[in-house]
Structure formats: C-alpha cells, structure tokens
C-alpha cells in the first residue's frame, strides 16, 4: 500500500496580494473578511515573510484569528507590528504571549500600538523576550508608573537596544522615575536609544547632559570627544546623551583601580614636550562620571586629572608581534573577572532544571549596536557543566505579576485552540504552557518578602530600592546648574546621607606634573627626575571601592529575572577569561598569527619603545609613522611626529607594534556587551563572532604619506583619520611575499637569544647604546667647551681695563667707576671715562 501524503492547502490569493516579496512583508491592514486570512500558518511557513503588520482589523474575532495563526507557526518572524484600538481584554494577554513564545528566538522587534492601559501593558513585558532589540509602546496610555518596575527588568534581562514611547501620555513624575531608575541601575544594559518622550526638563538628569538633549549625538559625542563618532550616528531627539551618560557611569566605575593608558597630547609648552605624544601608564584612583574625568595616578605617584578621551585601554598587540591574551581583561580590569568569580562561586549552586531549553543562536541583528554585521559578542568562558542558578540563590517567584479581581469588561473570545477543562486555559502546541491568565485591573506587586521566603537562602533586601512601589525616592544631588559633584553609584549609608561636595577646578586649568624621568629615542638625553609626592584626596571627589558593585549587580539581574519568572544560570567561574584579538590586519590576510600588529608598511602609523631603554625604566609608548624598511634588521625607520625636529629613528621589528585605538563609545558598547553575554550564557558556541567585533571596534589611522609633515601640532590619534582592522585588511587584500618580516630566517631567528639571528640582534641593541653613549658625550664635550669659553670671558670682564692683568678692586669717588685696579688708579688725577676730578680711591677686597 502506498503511504499517502498530505497535500498542502493552496494560499489564498488575499494574502498573496497583502504581500511583498521585496522586503518578506505582510500587511495586514484593515481586513474585513476572517476567510482572506485563512491559511496564514500554512504561509508563514513557506519562510518567505519575515515582518508581519496587523493594523486595525475590522473585527475583534479576526484578530483573534490572526493571533491564532501566528502561534501555529515557530520562528519565523523577524518584525511583528500590532497597531489597533483595544479596551484591554485580559485574554488578549495569553493570545500575544503565545504569539511571542512561538517566536521567541527570531523576534527582533516588536511594535504593540494597542491604546492600552499601563497596567495591561506591564502584564505583556514579562511575555516579551529577551532576544528583542527594538521595541515600540507608543500610543498606549502609560500615565501611571504601574509598567515601570517590568520595563526595568525587561531592559536589564533582555537584548533592547532602542525603546518607542511616543504619545503614550506620560507623566513628569512617571518620567522622574525612569531616570532615577536608570541612573541607579549597575546592571549592564543594551539600551541606546528612548524616543517619543523629552529629558530635558528633568533635573534629576546632570545639567551638562540636559542641555545637550536637544542637539544631534553625533555633535554631543564630537565635542566631549575632541573626535568624531566612528559609528553610525543615531537620530535626534532620542535621548542618547543621557544613555551615554549612565552607560559610561557603569564603565567608569568599573575602571576604578584598573590600570590604563593617557595620552599626553603634543603641545608647543617646551616644560611638557619632552613628555608630550605618548601613552603614559597610570592607574585609576577616581572618577568623576558627570565631567567625564578620570583622577589618575602615574607610576613615581603624581596624581593627574584626565578627561576620558585621552584614555585608552592596553594594546592589542605585543611588541614584535603576536597578541595580548588579556586584551579582553584590559577593558574591566585584570582583576574584574577574578572578583566576579570569587562572587559567583560564594553563591550556591544548582544544578539546571531538566528539560529547560537552550538558548539558539539568534539571527543576525537589524542594527548591532557596534556596527557588526554579527551577533555583537560571544562569552567565551561560560563553566555551563557548574552553573548558579539565579532561582536558587534568591529564591523562586513563582508569585504572578498581579493579583486581583477579573476585569469587568471583557472582550468575547471564541478561540478555535482546544483548552483544558482543569485550568481553564488554552494549551500549547509543543510549547510550555504561558503564565497565569491574569486581567487588566490586576496590580503589578510581588512582594520580595515572599520571594525570600520560597528561597533556600534569604537575603537581605537593598537599600533605597523600590521594586513595587509607584514613588521612589529621587535623589537630589545633581539640581545645581553650577553643580560638580563626582556621582558615585554605589554609596554606603554613610556617604547617601552626607552633604554632597562640589569640584571647583575645571579640567582645562589643571597642570600635568611630569611622569617619571625616562631616555627619549630621538635625542638620548635624560629628563629631569620627578618628585615623589603622596596621592591625596582631591576635595569633591568622592572614592569609590574596586569592585564593590559586582554583589548588587549580580542581585538586581536575579531579582529581575525570578520576577520574569524566568530562568538564568550564572556561569560558576569567569577568572580564566582571557580574549585576544586574534581577528586582525595580518590573520584577516592570510598572515600567522604571531605576525600580528608587526607587519607594517611605509605611512603606517605604529607604536614604538624607546630603544635605548634595556632595563625597561621607561614605560611609556611613542607614536610614529614608518617612513621606510630595510632589507635586515633594524628593519623600520620611524618617524617621530610628535617631536619638534621629526627625527628619524631606526628600530628594531621588535620594537615595534601597530598603533589600535578603541574609541570611548565603542569601549562602553563593548564592555556593556561582553558582560551581559558572560553573565547571561549568550551565544557560547560562536568564538568568531567576539573575535570579529573585536575587530570591527579596533581601529588604527589610516596609511598617510610620511614625507608630508602635519601642519601645526600634530593631532591626537583619535582625531586621525581611522579605519576599523576589517576595513583596513580589506584594503590591504594581501601583504607582499617579499616583506622582510615575513622571511624565514627572520621569523626564526630572534625568538632564540642564543641562535646567531639572536645575537646579531642582541650585539645590535648593543651596538645602538654604545653609538647613542658616544654622541651623548660628544654634545657634552661641546657644551663644556662653550662654557669655558664663556667662563673666560667673564674672567676678563672681571681684569682692569688699563693693565688688563690685575683684578678690579678700586672705586673712585665722586663719580663711581669701579673699573680699575689700585696701582692704576694711583696714576690718574681724573677719571678715564667721565673726566671728572679724583677725590678719593677707596680699595675694595674682592675675592
């Protein structure tokens, strides 16, 4: 008997028509008719359409229809816009939230346009999945803060990147409170942008950040930065000087007690230009969010303030080529992960719940936040086998969103899915069942009272935290226009109560003290010895301990996720994070990864060490541009740029490493990122992905011609002219075979200090210090020469102007030449020079 199969149902021609294939969507915009949209299920499945709108059908049992459809159906759409007038029917609930289960792991924005009420909207938040980038409320009526408590924890636990909110009648208070909410949150976040509602009023909002609310970003971000954003610029009116602001709140908290590069800028002020157009190490003490400035402390204990865009983090590159593994760790702190874990594992642990599921790679982004074509980042280093489980460590919330009377007015559902008689709901297909069926009148409260109480472990609640309530209490440190107060985001009780100290100093008005007295490459000559002093508290600036916000951050995602009834399994241990940038110019083109940032070309721009430093006193990085190679080592001559004579230094390849810099902005996106993927156990199995957005956010200046000086002072590396490393290995194609780096005998040689490559290279470094020693003490010959010269004719200005042997010892009264000696003047009746008549000779002991 042959098997007979199912023949698939023809699509009607309605929804061949509400179609377009040009774009994969499917309008379905006012329909009056529930048999144009029979068959949806069977065409969804044919993969073609991937964003569906549904605009005001003319029916509720259509949209019912449709909704049912849709649930039928597992991921398959990208884009779902519901935009009709509803009065809040609590069963719209369970219908949308199958809607977004089915397509919970393609779903990247979601538009819900529906005229609801806050309190409908804030039992949907909890349904919307964690993998949405954008989402649309727009034209719902969210008066009240009723919503607030889920949109934060939708914004901590989910991948949001851009929030609609226009004409959704919000009130001043329901604003304050999503400042005050944000500005307080530790968590790392994805949101970039808030539209359709207006910040600038609000003076919990520092007033530098208000006033630039209503100009572009890109214009906001050029002037903090002295540089141009390298992203894509994002649009007006969408608040993203405030999200920078809270986002770099977060790293630069982060960075305190982090070791990081500054950026000395050239400058024309001979006390500083030995010093000038380098990176100088320094560790971080403090940091003042609100100005942007970070207090720094030098290795010899100078303590200097720096505005963030002269920080950078460690280098992607080695010397001589080859990786930093702990490029990854540079942008926390080495000591950042070390912290995390020892938190993580103080946690208890809980094996996974059997017959969870697994999160599936998403699709790519519609508009990655660091411009990659990819998923953003991947964490590398999730312990899966020994997970902490967020459930276990706080206790489960298994409590619903609301509780209360059903809604009194109801829309009539006839749903077409089969429903169980014992709970009265509808069954899933395939899927686990939703939550509770709960109505539009039901107050969003869960006490953290009971979620203590269903845990093993209790905890105790943080301070000033408001997890349900409708009013927080505001902080109202930051209303003085003139105000400077360095923000600190985690205080104890004691500094919350204490009266806020205001910075008087500006950055542009400090003086830098010197680093420590280090050799300069060009000249050889030694700097003046720097003092030694004691770093001491600068008045208004608040320090903050390293660290001390990893327990409330890992507290809040917890909370955030149990109230989401929502299960998220901490990694065990992150100590042995280590990423190195191995996605660059050199691997991209075919080149070994050793080679790495070591292959350069005339007009690159490059990062050189003092090649006089042997004992390593010097730890500071110059920047340069190669001008030419040579056939053998020394094999680069650079170009010292920011040097007023521009000498030309011959160095060593392994000397030598290409210049990557990490704009601020890409720095806080990245950080953002990475942490939410380690802590979250997001896309564990695609390494690529991190590698490649690692090399999309590096960026190095462009190859410039090196025989054409910079006119004027030379610009901040940043301010160049840049190109991300994928962009620039693009452009490259591929390096010559007869690049001298890439020689056998070279690529051997050197790595082994007693092979013959080894010592020529050892001999040469030699060699370049006995030379640099040698025409040291020729310009020091040279100047005692001078200064015996000018001794000697000092002496003979000291001699009598008549004999020119004797010392000058006689003053003549009345007129006052002390020219003579007292022999001479013996002899004179007047004076040689005035002709006046010589009353008295007074002898002088002049030694």
Partial sequence: MVPSHAVPSPVPASLQRMFRGDNATLSLSYVKDKKSVEGLADFLRGGAVRIVNIIDPAHHTIFVH????????????????????????????????????????????????????????????????????????????????????????????????????????????????????????????????????????????????RVSLRDPPSKTRKDHMGYADVGTPPQRDSNVQFLDYVKSTLLMNRLVGCRVRVWWPATSDEKRSAFSGRFWPAKVLRVNPIDMIFVVEYDNQEVDRVPCRLIQPESAFLYGGGVNTNFLRSLFGVNYFNQLSKELNARPIQLPIIGTTSAAPKPDSISSMIQSGVDPLTSLCTDVDNPVSLRHSVGPCDTP???????????????????????????????????????????????????????????????NSDHY???????????????????????????????????TETPDKLERVAPPSTPVAATGTKTPAASKKTAQVEPGLLSSKEHDFITKMLDELTESSNRRNSDVYFPKDLSHLATECAVNVETITGLDLSTSGNVLQAGDVCEFRDPLDSDGSDPSDYIGVVKELNTKEPLYKVVCIYQDDEDVVELDSNDVRRLSLLPWHLWVALVMIVERHGLLNKSLSDRQNLQTT??????????????????????????????????????????????????????????????????????????????????????????????????????????????????????????????????????????????????????????
């Avoid at 009013?471 to 003085?480: D, I, L, Q, R, W």
């Avoid at 190109?723 to 194609?733: F, P, R």
Wanted: net charge negative.
């Fill in 66 to 209: 449709i909704l049912q459809e849709l649930a039928l159906v597992s991921n398959k759409l990208e884009v779902l816009h519901i935009d009709l007038w509803s009065n809040g029917d609590p069963e719209l609930i369970d219908l949308i939230t199958r809607v977004l289960m089915a397509h919970s792991e393609s779903l990247l924005e979601l538009s819900l346009r529906c005229r609801f009420g806050s309190k409908f909207v804030a039992q949907l938040l909890p349904a919307i999945t964690a993998h949405v980038e954008v989402l649309d409320l727009s034209e719902n009526i969210l008066s009240d803060s009723v919503f607030m408590q889920p949109l934060m924890d939708l914004i901590k636990c989910s991948d949001i990147r851009v929030l609609k909110l226009s004409n959704c009648s919000i009130r001043n208070q329901v604003l304050d409170q999503l400042v005050a909410r944000l500005t307080t949150n530790v968590c790392p976040i994805s949101l970039d942008a808030i539209e359709g509602i207006d910040l600038a009023s609000c003076e919990e909002i520092p007033k530098n950040v």
């Fill in 469 to 503: 309530g409708i009013h927080t209490p505001v902080s109202k440190v930051m209303k003085s226009d003139n105000h400077r107060t360095l923000e600190v985001m985690f205080p104890s009780a004691e500094q919350a109560s204490a009266p806020a100290k205001v910075v």
């Fill in 401 to 463: 969103y609301y509780s209360g009377p059903p809604s009194s007015t109801c829309w009539p559902l006839h749903m077409g899915c089969p429903v169980d008689s014992a709970s009265n709901s509808v069954t899933y297909g395939g899927g686990a069942p939703p939550g509770p069926l709960l109505s539009g009148d039901q107050i969003y409260h869960t006490p953290i009272s009971n979620l203590s109480k269903q845990g093993s472990e209790k905890r105790t609640p943080l301070p």
């Fill in 694 to 847: 690692l090399a999309d956010c590096l960026f190095c200046p462009k190859r410039r011609d090196p025989d054409k000086p910079f006119k004027g002072t030379p610009p901040n590396p940043l301010e160049m002219q840049l190109q991300s490393l994928s962009e620039y290995a693009a452009e490259i194609n591929k390096f010559p075979n007869t690049h001298p780096r890439l020689e056998r005998g070279h690529m051997n040689g050197e790595c082994d200090p007693d092979s013959l490559e080894g010592l020529r290279y050892q001999l040469r470094k030699q060699q370049q210090k006995l030379d640099s020693l040698f025409d040291l003490y020729e310009k020091a010959r040279h100047e005692l020469e001078l200064e015996r010269e000018l001794n000697i004719d000092l002496q003979a200005k000291l001699n009598c102007v008549v004999c020119f042997e004797k010392r000058i010892n006689c003053l003549l009264n009345p007129c006052g030449h002390f020219n003579f000696c007292s022999v001479c003047a013996e002899s004179f009746a007047v004076c040689p020079i005035c002709r006046r008549k010589i009353v008295r000779r007074q002898v002088l002991s002049v030694d």
